[in-house]
């Protein structure tokens, strides 16, 4: 069974939002200076559930494949470190301020290069915008099934039994391989590399692809081939108010309390 | 000249971090009330393979260079360096490292893998209740009987001495010959003569054991001898500077900590109506602390590099712990200013890692230990007595 795991390196969403500034022009996010990127949350647990799966049925390749500027290879190397066989580094200036249908085409476009796959396991959504919608274009782009917002993945011969993630609950879905899977945080805490795993991910070389390799075709990425267009980008503020509530009793100040909780709508 | 860690380096520095933030940092105020060892941190750090990485993968380890061990030891450490005190200065620098160095291939196919995935803690023994600094007037004593030695005499702040399984112990042969009669030997906690007594109410460093220990007619096997007879002080000196690295890079990691703490709190506490970040006072205690455990830090890295490309690394180890260690004092003190009240209290970080840094002020000789030997080192003329 082969595996393909798209990852994202994204800012550290752990950063408070006040240290980011906005480009007013560009419209882009600027994370503080010398932060360094990690891999977006939801992508680790992809990787963490393809890892389980590879544990349970012998013989079976991940392949985690990254797409960004700068040094993106250290994403690739964290998953080859929890236990990815190969990786992929996608690099180009044409794909970026690509939307989700051109990371998608660049995506499908790499994935039909690599050739063979049964699994592609995404992120239910890139934890810096949270648009969630590149797993399922890059299914419909392929032309397989989609089964989106997974917390586990049983493989019982050329099917997969999904248990997906609802309001109240989860629901187990089949789905026939080879298909795409976006994947929940609900799978748990991610695997902390092994000292082993590491050694041997540091020694494993990444090639890079750019748009030549893989055929991408340049009508279908970059910003002029955007589905959607960013018109304003901001952080939101938040203020805070204090009223203090006075009266000659304490019953007669939770009621003014109540009435005031009513006539603001919070209860 | 190059600044940047390889991707190994990193990758052990993230999963060390990680590491510490989920199995260190939710007991560490707990543990240090409590002066609680809590052994399933160290068999964990072993089942990643952190309790040996520099070891070479023949005898068990990973093989990982010293940089990426030290960036290891500075995040452990940020987190508890009692933690780091027991699985990494004293099992892998002080014991496992000369082991290594000094140690015949049967002596270490025995024990070096079974240290390595943390089925056996060792120790390391060269204090002694009037031996300190001057480490060549051991007074332990050696003597031949047949095929084993018999071991007399006392240690003295053996950290891990209470718990180790395996102790790396120095002791004299012939008193006539000093420091060239001196033998280093592994020790077995089980070996009929060895005794070991704990040490309570130590300042810091309160999750980690330190005992003190007696050898009376303790008879070890001579196979398990450390090198020569005369090699004892040498396989010493090799464990000191190995531990003077790690040790260097605690600091730095206790340094971060300390700014760390001092940042957040800054930007959080109000007082005159703004974060006490925003005044100039407040800033130059957090920056002097900056640039001094940056300074640190290279230091660390340097003596690292060295030993790496198998040069002579001793006055750039101790020219690494005297500084590191002063830097981490100095920081926890100033985070605490930061902090005021509430840094005197338990409630933050800042006082424990005050406390741990005194521990590591003393541990692997003090800086004015350090300061005698870099003068050694570096003027050619010995000031030590």
New interface residues.
């Given amino acids: 069974m082969h595996i393909i795991v798209c990852v994202k390196q994204i800012p550290d969403p752990e950063v408070p939002p006040a240290k980011f500034k906005i480009d007013p022009d560009t419209k882009k996010v600027m994370p503080p200076p010398g932060l360094p990127p990690v891999i977006s949350v939801f992508d680790e647990r992809a990787v963490e559930l393809a890892c389980r799966i590879k544990e349970k049925n012998p013989g079976t390749k991940i392949t985690a494949i990254t797409m960004g500027p700068g040094k993106v290879s250290d994403v690739v190397k964290h998953a080859l470190a929890m236990g990815a066989d190969e990786g992929i580094v996608l690099q180009d200036k044409a794909f970026e301020d690509s939307d989700s249908f051109g990371n998608a085409h660049i995506l499908a476009k790499a994935i039909q290069k690599i050739g063979s796959y049964d699994l592609i396991l995404c992120g239910r959504q890139a934890a810096d915008w949270d648009i969630g919608q590149t797993g399922s274009i890059l299914a419909e782009t392929l032309g397989i099934p989609v089964v989106t917002v997974a917390k586990d993945i049983e493989v019982a011969g050329d099917k997969i039994k999904v248990s997906r993630v609802m309001e109240d609950g989860y629901e187990v879905v089949e789905a026939p391989l080879p298909c795409v899977v976006t994947v929940s945080n609900e799978v748990g805490l991610p695997r902390l590399p092994s000292g082993m795993g590491i050694i041997q991910a540091a020694r494993k070389q990444v090639p890079a692809w750019t748009a030549a390799d893989i055929g991408a075709d340049p009508a279908k990425i970059g910003p002029a081939a955007a589905h959607s267009e960013i018109t304003s980008l901001f952080i939101p503020t938040r203020d805070t108010t204090c009223e203090v509530i006075t009266a000659d009793t304490l019953a007669e100040a939770a009621v003014k309390l109540a009435l005031k909780l009513r006539e603001t709508k919070v209860v | 000249m190059n600044f940047d860690y390889?991707?190994?380096q990193?990758?052990?520095r993230?999963?060390a971090r990680?590491?510490a933030e989920?199995e260190i940092l939710p007991f560490v105020t707990e543990d240090d009330r409590n002066t609680y060892y809590r052994p399933e941190i160290i068999q964990k750090m072993a089942?990643?393979?952190?309790l040996g990485?520099p070891i070479p993968q023949e005898w068990g380890g990973?093989?990982?260079d010293t940089v990426a061990y030290c960036l290891v030891c500075e995040e452990i450490a940020k987190a508890s360096a009692s933690v780091f005190t027991t699985a990494l200065t004293v099992h892998v620098s002080l014991f496992q490292m000369p082991i290594l160095k000094w140690a015949g291939d049967a002596l270490k196919k025995r024990y070096l893998p079974k240290t390595t995935k943390g089925k056996l803690l060792g120790a390391f023994c060269m204090t002694e209740p009037n031996v300190g600094s001057d480490s060549a007037s051991i007074e332990t004593t050696a003597t031949q009987s047949g095929s084993n030695w018999v071991l007399n005499g006392s240690k003295m702040w053996i950290s891990n001495g209470g718990i180790a399984d395996l102790l790396l112990v120095l002791a004299q042969t012939d008193k006539t010959k000093k420091h060239k009669g001196i033998a280093a030997f592994l020790v077995e906690r089980t070996m009929p003569g060895f005794a070991s007594k704990d040490i309570h109410n130590k300042l810091g460093l309160k999750s980690s054991n330190t005992a003190e220990l007696s050898f009376q007619d303790c008879k070890v096997p001579a196979e398990n001898m450390v090198g020569q007879v005369g090699d004892g002080f040498k396989v010493g000196m090799y464990a000191l500077d190995n531990g003077r690295t790690s040790t260097a890079a605690a600091c730095v990691g206790i340094a971060q900590g300390a700014i760390d703490a001092a940042v957040k709190y800054s930007q959080e506490r109000i007082q005159f109506g703004k974060p006490i970040a925003s005044f100039q006072l407040v800033q130059e205690l957090i920056v002097e602390s900056i640039v001094e455990t940056e300074a640190a830090r290279f230091l660390v890295h340097r003596a690292a590099y060295l030993k790496d490309k198998g040069e002579p690394f001793t006055k750039e180890a101790c020219m690494a712990k005297y500084y590191a260690a002063e830097v981490a004092a100095r920081s926890a003190t100033k985070a605490i200013k930061v902090h005021g009240g509430y840094g005197y209290s338990g409630e933050y970080p800042v006082e424990r890692l005050y406390r741990d840094a005194m521990g590591l002020l003393l541990y692997e000789g003090t800086g004015e230990i350090q300061k005698l030997i870099i003068g050694r080192e570096s003027i050619g003329i010995p000031a030590f007595a």
């Fill in positions: 390889t991707d190994e990193v990758l052990f993230n999963m990680e590491f989920r089942d990643l393979g952190l990485a990973l093989g990982t």
